[in-house]
């Protein structure tokens, strides 16, 4: 099993000479970090503890100038190992520290006591209370303490078997989900190329896969993957991890990216969250949080500048007080649902709280709905499925793409697939390439207004079948997607209840008919054609409303087009197909000029019937004469 643990603490209380005793490793390996005997960046050792695998140990560093640093160090971390010095006590970095734990929702901690050979029994008591009132209405209020001495060695031992305790009543982080890292370290190495480092948060990672850089650096194919110096062939959720990029990366590619897969490669430059304002650090916050108010935000090992936006009535936050915020960014990051971050004000000077992401795609227009504080309330309970029907209602009011479902909550496609086949009224549809999220209610709200569409143009049109899909499309719901909005019309076809006839849509119940004047001129075409059925009148030599009677009585069958415009009526078509296979019945073949003949007509028409056959499959031609045709291999019914 693999761990990765780190330090917190206020500067100069023995973190780093503590990872030294730990690990055998100097973290301090800056020339400004060995001058100064201070920490300034992230350093990284690993030690064994029977695990299987080495623990991974990020040392934070402890200067206030350098909380962006350490927050950086934190995240994804199995236990942290909070230094308090036995001479110093409780410091102002030991309280934004704690502030910074406790915001990111850490809760695995060792209190650790050091330099304990420099104060007496009595001092290490009065610390002890010190510690208790320090942690007083924290979640940490019952961490272990180990006292130990980095000078000297004594209570190292101890505390390595309270480490070893607290790692074995937890589990690894799971490999589900996708592959996310986000990058504490960029470098290249001469003849292999860009390498970038991290804590694994999700998923999994293998040679030869593909990720992204995001926001907005590229893919890549890892070349290799290393951990505490060794090849490795993959690497998994809480696993520090070395990859080796294939190609080369953009210059600006620098500690604050996230490695992901592929799916998760989107950013954001606003964000709807759950902020608390911190109760750990009094006397600093001047009044609160405010709307409106500028900070800066670090998620991860990014940090971005933006301003809070309060979603609900109230336009000061106080110490302890939790409410839903939008955060708008100041260039586009990385987040995902649940991500934990840090705010601090626009200096950077002090911990104003933090908070966690509820939706990594925030939305300017009704971001203060009352719809919209119930979706960011259904994810923060874990209620995906009523988090999805409320997105849904509030984006589109029809259906919103799987996809962006799972990147909202943060779900995998079978985790989605489960919630939906588990939630009676979700369901998913297929559109085209995509899959859509919707409900069964509002799928049935759009085909009723479909059904009004429809029963609106069969009262203005009875004579006309119905409407093509795009006018309807356009009619009933513009905005849709027309892809999702022919699938919906296609299932309400599925269910019986909608008809369609060649891309033709109209209600079940709709029969074509003609109004009694038309139905008049109805007759008297048919009348017209039948006094000289094979020599009909052409469709030019006809009355506008005669051409609205040509088109309801194809739809109806009563007359057959051959040409662009001629046309027989049924009963002569049949005959002529009839006198045909009769004439087939004594001879091989037939011309133009004998099938007129026999219909008693012109070449015109006996020509355009034999192409109509021809088409059909009826006959076939051999040069100027046809014989009879084959369809599948059988004769046809002429």
Avoid at 321 to 345: G, K, N, W, Y
Avoid at 509 to 538: C, D, G, I, V, W
Wanted: aromatic fraction near 4%.
């Amino acid at each position: 099993m693999a761990f990765v643990i780190g330090t917190a603490g206020h500067i100069d209380h023995g973190k780093t000479a503590l990872v030294r005793r730990l690990t055998g490793q100097d973290t301090d390996k800056l020339p400004d970090e060995k001058a100064r005997g201070i920490s300034i960046d992230l350093g990284f050792a690993h030690f064994d503890l029977g695990f299987g695998a080495p623990i991974g140990l990020v040392d934070v560093p402890g200067h206030e100038r350098f909380i962006r640093n350490m927050v950086a160090g934190v995240h994804g971390l199995n236990l942290v190992l909070f230094v308090i010095a036995a001479d110093d006590g409780v410091m102002p970095q030991s309280e934004e520290h704690l502030a910074i734990l406790t915001a990111l929702g850490v809760e695995n901690v060792i209190f650790v006591v050091t330099k304990i050979d420099r104060v007496d029994a009595v001092r290490l008591r009065d610390l002890r209370e010190e510690i208790e009132i320090f942690l007083d209405g924290s979640r940490l209020v019952n961490a272990p303490i180990v006292e130990v001495s980095n000078a000297t060695g004594a209570g190292i031992d101890t505390l390595k078997s309270v480490i070893s305790a607290r790692l074995k009543g937890r589990q690894t982080k799971s490999a589900e989900g996708l592959f996310r890292m986000p990058i504490d370290r960029v470098f290249s190495v001469h003849g292999r190329g860009v390498v970038v480092t991290g804590t694994v948060v999700s998923g999994e990672i293998r040679h030869g896969d593909e990720l992204a850089i995001a926001p907005d650096i590229g893919r890549f194919r890892v070349r290799g993957l290393q951990q505490h110096g060794s090849d490795v062939a993959s690497g998994r959720a809480g696993e520090r991890l070395a990859i080796n990029l294939s190609g080369g990366a953009p210059s600006r590619l620098c500690r604050g990216y996230v490695a992901v897969a592929p799916e998760l490669d989107r950013s954001t430059d606003r964000f709807d969250a759950q902020i608390t304002v911190s109760a750990l650090i009094g006397g600093k916050l001047k009044g609160g949080l405010q709307h409106g108010q500028r900070v800066r935000l670090h998620l991860g090992t990014a940090e971005r500048r933006g301003t809070v936006a309060l979603l609900g009535a109230r336009k000061t936050l106080a110490q302890g007080v939790s409410d839903f915020a939008q955060i708008h960014l100041s260039e586009p990051m990385h987040a995902l649902t649940e991500d934990r971050f840090i705010l601090r004000d626009e200096q950077g000077k002090h911990t104003l709280g933090g908070g966690c992401v509820l939706d990594p795609l925030g939305q300017k227009s009704g971001r203060r709905s009352a719809e919209r504080a119930g979706q960011l309330a259904a994810v923060l309970a874990a209620d995906f499925a009523l988090a999805a029907r409320l997105m849904i209602a509030q984006r589109s009011g029809l259906a919103i793409e799987a996809d962006a479902v799972g990147f909202r909550l943060n779900l995998q496609p079978d985790t989605r697939q489960i919630m939906v086949n588990a939630t009676d009224d979700l369901l998913e549809l297929e559109a085209g390439s995509a899959v859509w999220v919707s409900t069964e209610t509002q799928l049935n709200t759009l085909i009723e207004k479909v059904k009004v569409t429809l029963a609106t143009a069969h009262a203005l049109h009875p004579s006309l079948p119905g409407l093509g899909l795009d006018v309807l499309h356009q009619r009933t719901a513009s905005r849709v997607d027309p892809t999702l909005f022919a699938a919906v019309c296609a299932r309400a076809i599925a269910k019986g209840t909608l008809q369609s006839h060649e891309g033709i849509f109209a209600l079940n119940s709709h029969k074509t008919t003609l109004n009694e004047r038309l139905q008049t001129a109805a007759q008297e075409l048919l009348s017209a054609l039948r006094t000289t059925p094979f020599s009909p009148p052409l469709q030019g030599q006809i009355s506008a409303d005669d051409k609205t009677v040509i088109a309801f009585l194809e739809r109806e069958n009563s007359i057959i087009r051959v040409t662009a415009n001629m046309f027989f009526t049924a009963e002569a078509f049949a005959q002529a197909v009839e006198k045909l296979a009769l004439h087939f019945a004594d001879n091989h073949d037939i011309s133009a000029a004998e099938f007129r003949d026999i219909l008693g007509t012109s070449r015109k028409y006996a020509l355009s019937l034999l192409e109509s056959f021809d088409k059909s499959g009826r006959t076939i031609r051999v040069g100027d004469r046809r014989i009879r045709g084959h369809l599948g291999g059988e004769k046809p019914d002429l």
